[in-house]
């Protein structure tokens, strides 16, 4: 398949050339994460795959498919140094990770659907906004924004589907029916084989789609996120 990657769109990998250092002068190395993105899998060909989620201009992604992802996202989102601010109405579901994520720091908070507050995102402590609101999320009083992104969840498709699809700059899709497969390809664009193949996706596996750019990613727990969330589930 030929990749044809949007700027400013879509899966980054990482960018840089290597470097080298001489080993009296590993002590002073710092490492920052820097624009690469936040680690969300690896691809069919075994590559990493990365969300930019720490933009300088409002991103926003559609994920329809499991909260066991969602919540994934949140956590290495978080682990990177974001802010997360989850708008939900099931905050029972996301007490545990927002207890455990930032080894007691408040790095993930929960709101009330319609109650996130303004987040003063910065280039210095971005923000992602996950939102966890049902088949039929409300516009969100805080929208994506320079240095803060938002993530929406849908757990299947819904009659707002289409549109989150078209104004989304990175749609993620998991399994979903034949039906639920056919019309969201129409949407985004995707090839038959891509459309038969969505009902048939293992837990966690997700097609990512930024224009005419796909990738498949398996998502690649770590012990600590099995430990924590259980292990890759479609549905809860």
């Known amino acids: 398949m030929t990749r044809r990657i949007v700027p400013g769109r879509g899966l980054r990998g990482p960018r840089h050339t290597g470097h080298t250092v001489a080993a009296e002068h590993l002590g002073a190395l710092s490492l920052p994460v820097g624009d690469d993105?936040?680690?969300?899998?690896?691809?069919?060909?075994?590559?990493?795959?990365?969300?930019?989620?720490?933009?300088?201009?409002?991103?926003?992604?559609?994920?329809?498919?499991?909260?066991?992802?969602a919540q994934v996202l949140a956590l290495r989102a978080a682990a990177t140094g974001a802010r997360v601010a989850v708008e939900t109405g099931r905050p029972g579901a996301w007490?545990?990770?927002?207890?455990?994520?930032?080894?007691?720091?408040?790095?993930?908070?929960?709101?009330?659907?319609?109650?996130?507050p303004p987040t003063g995102a910065?280039?210095?402590?971005?923000?992602?906004?996950?939102?966890?609101?049902?088949?039929?999320?409300?516009?969100g009083r805080v929208a994506s924004s320079p240095w803060q992104s938002v993530l929406t969840l849908l757990p299947y498709p819904s009659a707002v589907a289409p549109r989150l699809?078209?104004?989304?700059?990175?749609?993620?899709?998991?399994?979903?029916?034949?039906?639920?497969a056919e019309s969201i390809a129409g949407v985004l664009g995707l090839t038959r084989t891509e459309s038969e193949a969505l009902p048939?996706?293992?837990?966690?596996?997700?097609?990512?789609?930024?224009?005419?750019?796909?990738?498949?990613?398996?998502?690649?727990?770590?012990e600590t996120e099995t430990h924590l969330l259980g292990t890759a589930r479609r549905m809860d």
């Open 37 to 69: 993105g936040v680690f969300i899998g690896t691809d069919a060909e075994g590559h990493p795959r990365l969300i930019g989620f720490h933009r300088p201009a409002p991103y926003d992604v559609l994920l329809i498919g499991g909260l066991w992802t």
């Open 95 to 116: 007490t545990g990770l927002a207890r455990a994520a930032g080894a007691g720091l408040e790095c993930v908070r929960l709101h009330e659907v319609g109650r996130v």
């Open 122 to 139: 910065t280039v210095d402590t971005p923000v992602v906004v996950v939102r966890d609101c049902g088949t039929r999320p409300p516009r």
């Open 165 to 180: 699809m078209r104004t989304a700059a990175l749609v993620g899709v998991q399994r979903v029916s034949p039906d639920e």
């Open 200 to 222: 048939t996706l293992a837990d966690g596996v997700t097609l990512w789609v930024a224009g005419r750019e796909r990738h498949w990613v398996a998502p690649g727990a770590t």
